[in-house]
């Protein structure tokens, strides 16, 4: 599956990524708001689930070398982290819906 995938099966906004980003593997998820804990424990290649919409986002997003963040429960990003994710080309998502919801939907399409 890809992010594009994900974004056509879950019906999320895109608020930033090019194709390229877009074409990335997704290969699992993480829902979580502590970045300390995010970081130590989110997969490569997964999902990330979240309410958190600072700048510290993208920092956290660039360690883990996650596919995409989707930020949850409707939450716009502050303009910082929207800047740097267009900059650094992080697929950026958006879902009016809840992690636990989001994650559960992506674990059926995974391991149907």
């Excluded at 949850?72 to 990003?77: A, D, F, H, I, L």
Aim: proline fraction near 4%; include cysteine; charge should be negative.
């Amino acid at each position: 599956m890809t992010v594009q995938d994900l974004i056509k099966s879950l019906d999320l906004t895109v608020l930033s990524g090019d194709e390229e980003a877009l074409s990335r593997p997704v290969t699992g998820g993480y829902c979580g708001d502590l970045l300390s804990w995010v970081m130590g424990r989110a997969p490569q290649d997964g999902a990330w689930f979240t309410i958190m919409s600072n700048l510290n986002v993208a920092a956290v997003a660039a360690l883990t070398d996650i596919s995409c963040v989707v930020l949850t429960e409707g939450v716009s990003p502050d303009p910082a982290l929207l800047e740097r994710a267009r900059k650094e080309n992080l697929a950026l998502l958006q879902s009016p819906e809840g992690a636990f919801l989001l994650a559960g939907k992506l674990y059926a399409m995974l391991h149907g």
